[in-house]
C-alpha cells in the first residue's frame, strides 16, 4: 500500500517556494481543472508512456494527485515524488484507492533526495514546465537513474512554428501566473543539456506535447578523464 514520507525540509530558493504553494491551493480541484484535456489526450499519453517503463526501480518525478499510479509497472519497486505536500496526500489516497504499492516522498525534482544509480528508470508527465531549473531537476534525475537506465518524459513545448512560438512567448507570463506553467520552454534541448542521451522524441498537439525518451550513458571513470585531457594536450602541441 501507499507509504507517505518525509526525508526532512526540502531547500527551496524563492520561487521553489512559490511553486510549492500554488499546488498547495489548486490541489484540491486539480484533477477537475485538468478533465476536459485529459480525456481528450492526456490519459492516452500517460497510457502510452508508462507502456515502456520498465525495471524493478522506478522513479516517478511530480506525481501530483497520482494521475500515473494506475499505469506504473506492476512488480516495480515504484517511488514518487512531490513538491506539493497537498499533492501527496492527494495522491495517497488515490493509491490506497487502486491498491499501489507505491513510497510517496515529499522532495523537490533540483534537489532528489537519493543515492547516486538508486533507479532502473524514471519518468514524468508535464512536470519540468513547473521546475523552476529545468535542467537542474533533469540533472538530479539523470544522477539517480543507472547507467543504461531509462528516462521518459511526456512535456509540452515551445511550438516550432514561429508565430505559434511567439504567441506562447506573449502568452507565458499569464500562463506561469494562473497555473505555473512555463508553455515555451525547449525541454527536449534542456534533456540533452542536462546530459541525458535522447534516443527518440515524437511530436504530438500540433509539436508542442513531446514524448521524449532518454537514457543514461555510462559515465567516464577519473582515469579515462585524465587520459582523454591527456591526448587533447598532446594533440595541442602536435598541432602547435
Partial sequence: MAREERVGPVRQSVETARTQKRYDRQAALFDLMETPLELLAFNRLRRRLWSEVHGA????????????LPYHPDGARSVAIDLSPRMLRRAASRAQRLGRDVDLVLADAQHLPFRDDAFDSA??????????????????????????????????????????????????????????????????SNVAKAGIALDSVESRSLGVVKLIRGSVQPRPSAQEEREKLSQEKTEDVARG
Fill in 123 to 188: 519518468a514524468d508527465t508535464f512536470v519540468f514546465c513547473f521546475v523552476p531549473d529545468p535542467i537542474a531537476g533533469l540533472e538530479e534525475v539523470r544522477r539517480v537513474v543507472r547507467d543504461e537506465g531509462q528516462i521518459h518524459l511526456v512535456e509540452h513545448v515551445r511550438a516550432r512554428n514561429p508565430v505559434m512560438g511567439r504567441l506562447m512567448d506573449l502568452a507565458n507570463p499569464i500562463a506561469v501566473r494562473l497555473s505555473g506553467a512555463n508553455i515555451n520552454r525547449d525541454t527536449v
Fill in 57 to 68: 526501480r522506478v522513479l516517478e518525478v511530480g506525481v501530483g494527485t497520482g494521475k500515473n
